[in-house]
């Protein structure tokens, strides 16, 4: 039988629609939205934040979905709140006038 993921449908979803935008930004529009970004790793990553390298833009992403797989595994509050989380990053990527 194989294993269920930790991370519930509705993450699943938001972070996938979060992956897609990004990947559909030009160059300079992402460089310009990885400081938000990275504000939201740190926030998921917690005490760990100090050892989240500043790996550009093609890596930002991947991060995002390890620290999404962490909070969901360890679960608590923060599962909860990232649906509404990965949403307003989506808005914040989606603004036109960055």
Known sequence: MPSRSPVPQEVSTELERVVRRWHQ???DHALRCVPTVRTLLADLAGDRAPLLPDLGPAVVMDQLTV???D???????????LPHRLRGLL????????
């Open 67 to 69: 620290l999404v797989f």
């Open 25 to 27: 930004l030009p160059l």
């Open 71 to 81: 909070v969901c595994t360890a679960g608590g509050p923060d599962v909860d709140a």
């Open 91 to 98: 808005a914040d990527l989606s603004v036109d006038s960055m």
